[in-house]
């Protein structure tokens, strides 16, 4: 699907941001380890979250939809040795947090994934996966990998990566495993999985950036309720912060500390962003966030922020292209092994929009503010967030731009286009 964006009128109203990916993710392979039913309320329907139904399902769960907002997931005879080979799309979260599940089962199975998938480092997740004694067989650390049930035993691993993928891999591994296990990691990444964790009974401690868990059972909760994906919610904030006149209010975000650098960022950048209504659903803060049109200046976005805002920055680079100044993002490396290498492909479709923006090997420098001219055909590079990345920029284009390929974004928001359409109209 190619689409056309124009220059847009100031952004208005309200809306409420869809359910976030990372924890329905997660509310969903969890709730298949409880030998019970669990409800999930306002799941994501992204595409990346049908991988992970659809390999639940697989490996025995019995999945009852309520209505459009809620399904139950009654796992009393799974998991079980899957029939066919479970394919994770293009779930990066999907292949990694399901690796860690299977590595410690009776039985044996096999994931695969698309092209993009297919080409993305498992090493991170297989090393330390077989430290603790799994078996896998995989293409040079690349997709499909085949998982050889096998008996675990506890490890201390200090990641080299801030990475919640690979965090979560090993926690989950843990719950098999005898003994201890204790992840370190050099920053902290989304805390997601300790705080489900947490919630459904399991043996898991927290001190720093240090997680130790315990051989555990898994206890069904009546009710996972997930709350907006505050990486959705970015693409709005800055579409507000820089279309003029902009006032939007995005209800229903969640704000957890590990996800909320954007915030700071904006903040620190001038933006008039203000969070009103904190409250605490299934473990996790959530809020409702006020967002006007702001003039912006350039910051430095480096170090432990990282982790806390990686999805978020090819959206922020657009932001940072209308910022007085010279923006600096750096120790952000691993953007390159995203759905696409998201350095690269944000250099050069801003570059085609008129930013000035240079690569580096970890990141970006940006000068501002740039007037940007449009008139010109934009590639997703088969990625969600550089597509809606894009989209963003193209509001306030001089001329139209195209952009190829946008079904992209249902990886992770189908609902994008609706809820600018609200917000515009
Ligand atoms: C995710 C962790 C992050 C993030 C990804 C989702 C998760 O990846 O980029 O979109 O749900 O755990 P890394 O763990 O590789 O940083």
Redesign the pocket.
């Known amino acids: 699907m190619n689409i056309t964006v124009e220059k847009s009128k100031p952004l208005k109203g309200t809306i409420e941001i869809p359910a976030d ?2 924890i329905t ?2 509310a969903f392979m969890f709730s298949a380890l409880t030998k019970g039913k669990v409800k999930v309320s306002n799941f994501s329907k992204g595409a990346d979250c049908i991988s992970t139904l659809n390999i639940i399902k697989q490996l025995g769960c019995n999945i009852d939809f309520c209505n459009d907002k809620e399904l139950i997931i009654d796992s009393s005879v799974a998991l079980k040795a899957p029939s066919e080979i479970l394919d994770c799309g293009n779930s ?2 999907t292949t ?2 399901m690796a860690g599940i299977l590595a410690g089962q009776s039985f044996n199975s096999i994931l695969k994934g698309d092209m993009s998938l297919s080409k993305r480092p498992m090493k991170r997740v297989i090393a330390p996966l077989e430290l603790m004694g799994a078996k896998i067989k995989h293409n040079d650390y690349k997709l499909p990998l085949e998982i050889i049930g096998s008996p675990l035993k506890g490890i201390n691993y200090n990641s080299p ?8 891999c090993l926690l989950l591994a843990g719950l098999y495993a005898d003994g201890e296990t204790i992840f370190s990691e050099p920053y902290k ?2 805390n ?1 999985t300790e705080l489900m964790f947490e919630y459904m009974g399991a043996d898991i401690k927290t001190d720093g950036n240090t997680i130790t868990i315990k051989k555990s059972q898994l206890y069904p909760v009546d009710i996972i309720t997930v709350c907006g994906d505050i ?1 959705s919610a970015a693409f709005f904030m800055a579409a507000a912060l820089i279309v003029p006149d902009s006032d939007i209010m995005i209800k229903n975000v969640g704000i957890n500390e590990t996800r909320s650098g954007i915030i700071d960022v904006f903040k620190s950048m001038g933006g008039n962003i203000e969070i009103i209504n904190e409250r605490l659903v299934s473990n996790e803060k959530v809020a409702d966030i006020r967002v006007k049109y702001s003039k912006l200046k350039a910051v430095v976005i480096e170090g432990s922020i990282i ?1 806390r805002l ?2 978020e920055i090819p959206v922020i680079a657009v932001a940072a292209s209308q910022a007085e100044g010279t923006t600096i993002i750096k120790n952000a490396q ?1 953007l390159r ?2 759905e696409a290498d998201r350095i690269t492909a944000v250099q050069t479709e801003l570059s085609k929009l008129g930013a000035d923006i240079q690569e580096t090997p970890d990141g970006f420098i940006i000068n501002g503010k740039s007037e940007l001219q449009g008139n010109c055909e934009i590639e997703c590079y088969h990625d969600h967030r550089i597509a809606m990345s894009a989209y963003i920029a193209g509001l306030i284009c001089k001329k139209p731009i195209k952009i190829n390929e946008f079904q992209w974004v249902n990886i992770s928001f189908p609902e994008f286009l609706g809820l600018v359409s609200k917000l515009i109209s």
């Open positions: 990916k990372s993710h997660r990066g979260t990694r947090l990566l801030a990475s919640a993928q690979v965090k979560s990444s989304r997601h990486s982790p990686i999805d691993d092994n995203k």
